[in-house]
């Protein structure tokens, strides 16, 4: 930023962009990698344990409502990170607009940051209840254990 005008100069401007740049594209190689890792890996656990460990289960419910948390902890992981990279593309377009001095970038809004924080926390919180009614029924359903 210029210390007389607030406005950013072309070296600071070219590496904020550089660096959205690079964090939209990072962004959306950890996209990739949690969605194949928690799907493939809560389906495997869940799978196993029924094949192996409990093949006569009860409250099957528990299980199935397992699986649909973490179905919709991935859809909602999916908009999060669908949501980042168009903010990011929001802020470049704000110091775009800084960068050309039509606005400045302290005037400008992104909301899909806020759009992006809740949509991550959302997902931790259903993955999280994913968790805890796979590990109810794994509970009701160890070996040793009377099934109603």
């Not at 969605?35 to 495997?44: D, E, Q, V």
């Not at 593309?89 to 704000?94: D, E, F, G, H, P």
Request: with cysteine; hydrophobic share 50%; glycine share 6%.
């Amino acid at each position: 930023m210029s210390e007389e005008n607030g406005w950013m100069d072309g070296e600071t401007y070219h590496a904020e962009r550089h660096l959205l740049i690079d964090a939209e594209r990072e962004a959306a190689r950890s996209f990739d990698k949690a969605m194949i890792t928690l799907s493939a890996g809560a389906l495997a656990l869940s799978i196993t344990f029924v094949k192996n460990i409990a093949p006569n289960a009860s409250k099957e419910w528990l299980l199935f409502a397992a699986w649909a948390a973490f179905a919709l902890a991935l859809v909602v992981i999916l908009a999060s990170f669908v949501c980042s990279q168009a903010g990011m593309r929001r802020q470049r377009q704000i110091i775009d607009k800084d960068f050309t001095r039509a606005c400045r970038a302290s005037e400008q809004r992104n909301c899909w940051q806020k759009i992006v924080s809740g949509l991550n926390l959302t997902s931790i919180v259903i993955f999280v209840v994913g968790v805890i009614l796979l590990a109810l029924f794994a509970g009701s359903n160890l070996p040793g254990k009377e099934n109603p």
